[in-house]
């Protein structure tokens, strides 16, 4: 198998990147719950202008195409990924300094924009990693389920931590000792892109001619169109993320600690479902795992209408975890080997950002129903999500998949 550059080293590339990722994100990382709990206490903000108001951290996500093509066609210093990871990641750590300075919300979503453009950036150059690494050794389910195993564990820590803040600070002093803690992960990265061995690339005629004609040829690849439409569709069941918090805090009565402990014990499900994968589902034909996914999907969502207290949050949460690991390896791997070469940061990230465009679409469409349409109930409103979720199963043989080669989940 071709060592160039080693196999073993961009796994431990991935790994770092994907847990500074895993802290790091705003709705999702050391700052998620803090930061929801802060606009709740604070500022009496309601699920939906929760919502609505922390979609724009979003954005920067749903732009990464164009993160992806100024790394495909403009060098700089010589290289395409590795001088944009070192200034997104500086940039990502005094943005996280900036948010710890801040105590108004006026300033404060601007600032976490900041940390939502370094880290898309971030992740965008390691998609495209992932898909020219993955492509040339057929190892791209093998690449995603070490992102998102690491993703997950530092996630675990983080919302464990996020968690612990929230119980001994007050609601801004969580925020900022939060902010803080997320500064230090960027620097990870600094320290590892020796890990990359790319080639050195400069602007010329003819390799921008190529790789126009690349980015042409993405536009027109049927199967690139209609994996595009299925992953949208796939992540954009109505989503009950925010209603979910508010009726755990006020009608379960859980206490914020043991909320972090929940997204932590969710982070272990996933996991799981990583380690599951690696010893027995890598050997499932692609669109087989698509399917089970989906179909896993399906019963996991149902099972929240089951939440009554601890127990059974405990249980589903590690469930739910396990089946979110499931699906992302199924639907990552998928994207990744649907790129054409040449325009790989920008197909990839270009498929990234309809999943992060349909996830905070999904949450806000999902808020609004809750409020507006089933009068703060939440058990219609997951009974809404599961059915959209099940009717994807039936666009599974529109797309074309590549089957990895089995050695590839040895890695």
Known sequence: MDSHPPITRVMWFFAIVYAVEGIGQAKAGILGQPLTYFLKQTQHW??????????VLDVPWIIKPLWGAISDFVPLFGYRRRPYLILANIGATLAFIGVAMITTTAALIPVLTLT??????????CGALLVETGQRHQASAAFVNQQWLWFNIAQMLAVLTAGYLIEIFSPVG???????????????????????????????????????????????????????????????S????????????????????????????????WILGGVLYKAWLHRIPRLMLLRLS?????????????????????????????????????????????????????????????????????DALGSLL??????????????????????????VPLVTVRESMARASSF
């Open 46 to 55: 309601d699920p939906v202008k929760i919502s609505v108001s922390l979609a």
């Open 116 to 125: 939502a453009i370094a880290m898309a950036v971030s992740s965008t150059l």
């Open 174 to 236: 969580a925020l900022h000792a939060a902010a803080w803690l997320a500064a230090t992960a960027p620097l990870a990265i600094l320290g590892s892109v020796w890990l990359i061995q790319e080639p050195r690339a400069s602007i010329d005629l003819p390799a921008l001619r190529g790789r126009l004609h690349a980015l042409v040829t993405a536009f027109k690849d049927r199967n690139l169109w209609f994996v595009a439409a299925f992953l949208f569709l796939y992540y954009f």
């Open 238 to 269: 109505p989503g009950f993320g925010t209603p979910l918090y508010f009726q755990m805090t006020d009608r379960l009565h859980f206490s914020q600690g043991f909320i972090g402990l929940l997204s932590s014990i969710g982070a272990g499900g």
């Open 294 to 362: 989906i179909l896993s999907g399906v019963v996991t969502t149902l099972l929240y209408l089951l939440l009554s207290g601890p127990v059974s949050a405990v249980a589903i949460w590690i469930i739910t975890g396990m089946a979110g690991m499931i699906a992302m390896i199924a639907t990552m791997s998928l994207a990744a080997d649907a790129c054409p070469q040449g325009a790989e940061g920008f197909a990839f990230a270009g498929l990234m950002s309809l999943i992060n465009m349909a996830n905070p679409s999904a």
């Open 370 to 395: 809750y409020e507006h349409v089933f009068n703060r109930q939440l058990t219609p409103l997951i009974v809404v999500s599961a059915a959209a979720t099940g009717l994807v199963y039936f666009l």
